[in-house]
């Protein structure tokens, strides 16, 4: 299995232990340096914050940049090869591919955004819960979990889009679901080990409510391994929806999309390689960048690993 696996990131952060809060109290303040310098001085992971940064500004402001309608056809000049009218070629039906690929990106990040936003609230609330209170509601709670991951991932947004119809906002509901149990497991894991620390018992002790606790104690101690997952499965979540759409279960003709792309440049793959290269080549470079900012992120929020990286920087 893959190392940016999600499914195994998530079994790696339940058998991992949390960040102890208390790990940094007896070093001097004047030495720490900021989060943020600890993890842009590695340049693997600065040069990927530059592509999210691109890719989020493309995605943004992107649309008008496009010399033409992302939907305008132009037979006469199909399948033309990259020059400085069409900088990415032109398809089977003479759209601009540079200007699809564009506004594809709006439409990737926006689907993978929303469905990860939705994975990581309904996920962590399973996992608090069900590591919070334990029991019977953590065992019927996880046995949920364990249902859902036993499908693979395609296979069961393929199924959601399959019941709910074909759209856009089916496929972030799809990919949202599909991706919830990491979340759960992984929140999960890091409650049960933040909930028997001292200051949780003691608060228990004192008679504080349970809302009070999660909300002060539980939550801020268990958005480390959260911060890092969401990094990956945002990557996760933009290959999930290109599957889709490149089976045509996912976004619908005519709002464009990498997958999509991909999907009707296969005819003409020996003609036109254009077609096929530059979508997959903002898959390639979108995902990467989302990977390689995950592990900068994992190594800056594990003490042993900062340490070694502030060492570094003296």
């Known amino acids: 299995m893959s190392q940016n696996d999600p499914r195994a990131a998530a079994e790696a952060a339940e058998l991992a232990d949390p960040a102890d809060p208390s790990a940094d109290v007896d070093a001097p303040t ?21 592509v999210l940064l691109l890719v989020v500004l493309v995605a943004l402001f992107g649309r008008w940049l496009i010399p033409y309608g992302i939907n305008s056809t132009d037979v006469l000049n199909s399948l033309q090869g990259p020059s400085a009218d069409h900088l990415f070629g032109t398809d089977d039906l003479g759209r601009d591919v540079f200007g699809r690929v564009i506004a594809s990106t709006e439409t990737s990040l926006q689907v993978a955004l929303i469905s990860v936003a939705f994975a990581l609230g309904v996920g962590t609330a399973i996992g608090v819960t069900a590591g919070y209170v334990r029991g019977i509601v953590d065992t019927v709670l996880m046995r949920l979990v364990d249902v859902l991951f036993a499908f693979p991932v395609v296979l069961l947004a393929l199924v959601i889009v399959a019941i709910l119809g074909t759209g856009k906002w089916t496929t972030m509901l799809a990919v949202g679901v599909v991706y919830t149990p990491i979340f759960a497991r992984v929140s999960r894991a890091s409650t049960l080990s933040v909930s028997v ?17 999660l909300t002060r104690h539980v939550l801020p101690n268990i958005m480390a391994p959260l911060i890092v997952q969401t990094s990956v499965s945002l990557a996760f979540a933009i290959l999930t929806e290109a599957t889709l759409s490149f089976l045509g279960m996912g976004i619908q003709p005519p709002e464009p999309s990498w997958g999509r792309m991909i999907f009707d440049a296969q005819s003409w793959i020996g003609q036109a390689w254009w077609m096929a290269v530059f979508p997959g080549a903002a898959i390639f470079v979108t995902v990467l960048a989302f ?10 929020m594990d003490p042993k690993q900062r340490s070694l990286m502030e060492a570094r920087m003296k």
């Open 197 to 213: 620390e001292p200051y949780v018992q003691v608060s228990r002790t004192m008679g504080t409510g349970h809302l009070f606790i």
């Open 30 to 50: 004047e030495q720490r340096r900021p989060t943020w310098r600890v993890l842009f001085s590695n340049p693997v992971t600065l040069i990927s914050a530059l």
């Open 291 to 300: 990977n390689l900012f995950g592990d900068g992120l994992r190594d800056v």
